[in-house]
């Protein structure tokens, strides 16, 4: 280690920052932690995954409650939002994870200092406390693991009253009549669910002609069908929002659409979700030499190295999707590699996850990409209504789609739109990264009845058009 006080310093407590930490210690790093707020967890623990996924399974118990309950002979009267309580046990659920994490901290032997880092120079970082005092620390290597903030749009000024992000989306204490979204993406789903979930109507207004454009087309088709018809969600493509104002207790959006013709938005609220920005404000980058290439990321080797050989940088701030379970696996890959091991990651095989309801995962190759590419292949679909399971529980909508390739029959991709898709996803992940072959997955047992049933039959469907239920 030399005279520094420390091995490896991550700057950055969030999914990746943490995870990292963690396997450094147990690889005999001697390792520091800097975080800028005063608790950790970054913006997935706090603000972003896990108490949006408190909301909404909130949302889904209250709109099974008010809607499907009946039906199973579950007779409930007078029912009505507590937003007071939702929003408590949703701090509650972010507090316990969030300590959870400080307990690994100090079970692994990770010195925490919170506090604004900033680099002096390749080897020390200025830490900037909340009472303005200021430390200097030493370390032989950093790893820049310091996330993402919510992108602006030009001309739409966020006041966090009325104009807001998914943030103050997350503590809002009362149900609004109505919501414009800006952004048919993951947040903007997800956070538009859970209030047309108790009532809200929702009016999302997206640039392109898709929801979810990054995931395979005929997802982003059936979760606007499923979110129209259940949830009344409205749609409006190819709109351009070019500014926004807030009068009084409405908040107004200004677009044009496809014909250049300036249409008008009301709500109650608007909230921007149009995706997130590397977060390196402050960092001093500059004052070291790291370079960010013209989208502000990071830029960095195989090895997830910057150009300033003992620097680094995980996560949201470097290349690639900004997910939180990506993070750490680079976190874990770097640590390892940085111990002379030999670790593995298959970025294609990163899966991506939509927790509306259904869910929406998808796991290698969209069909589009397949097209584009020129990879012959054929494709098996299975739809949830043919379950027992799906009929037993209610959840009708959605299907499973496996494309594999035409001669082979490995598993190019593996696309769910369906109840617990996040959850069945992990079984093309596995799949995939063994190159298993469709007709792998259609001689498989699959516990009956369940909801992966649907991935078998999809299977079959791609070997041979041979499905059993449909």
Partial sequence: ????????????????GYVAAIRLAQLGFKTAIVEKYEALGGTCLNVGCIPSKALLDSS??????????????????????????????????VSQTVEGVKF????????????????????????????GTQEMITSEKFIIATGSKPYTIPGVEIDKTRIITSTEALNLKEVPKSMIVI???????????????????????????????????????EIQKVLSKELGFEFFFKHKVTGASVNGKKAKVIALNSENQEVNFEADYVLVAVGRRPYTDGLGLDKVGVKLDNRGKVEVNDDLQTNIP????IGDVIRGAMLAHKASE?????????AGQKPHIHYLLIPNVVYTWPEVAGVGYTEQELKEK????KKGKFDFRNLGRSRASMDLEGFV?????????????????GPRAADLIAEGVVAMEFRASAEDLAIFSHAHPTFAEAIKEAALDATAKRALHM
């Fill in 183 to 221: 952004g048919g993406g993951v947040i903007g789903l997800e956070m538009g669910s859970v209030f047309a979930r108790l009532g809200t109507k929702i009016k999302v207004i997206e640039y392109t002609d898709s929801l979810i454009p990054a995931m395979d087309l005929d997802l982003g088709k």
């Fill in 330 to 338: 680079e976190g874990i890959y770097l640590a390892e590699k940085l």
């Fill in 401 to 417: 789609k496996i494309l594999a390739h035409k001669d082979t029959d490995e598993i190019l991709g593996m696309h769910i739109i």
């Fill in 60 to 93: 889904e118990h209250f709109f099974n409650a008010s809607h499907n309950f009946k039906t199973h002979g579950i007779n409930l009267t007078n029912l009505k939002v507590d937003m007071n309580q939702m929003i408590e046990r949703k701090n509650q659920v």
């Fill in 310 to 313: 003992n620097i680094y940088a």
């Fill in 374 to 377: 020129g990879i012959p292949y």
């Fill in 1 to 16: 280690m030399g005279n520094f006080q420390y091995d490896i310093t991550v700057i950055g407590s969030g999914p990746g």
């Fill in 104 to 131: 690994l901290m100090k079970k692994n032997k990770i010195t925490v200092y919170y506090g604004f880092g900033s680099f002096e120079n390749q080897n020390t970082l200025s830490i900037t406390k909340k009472d």
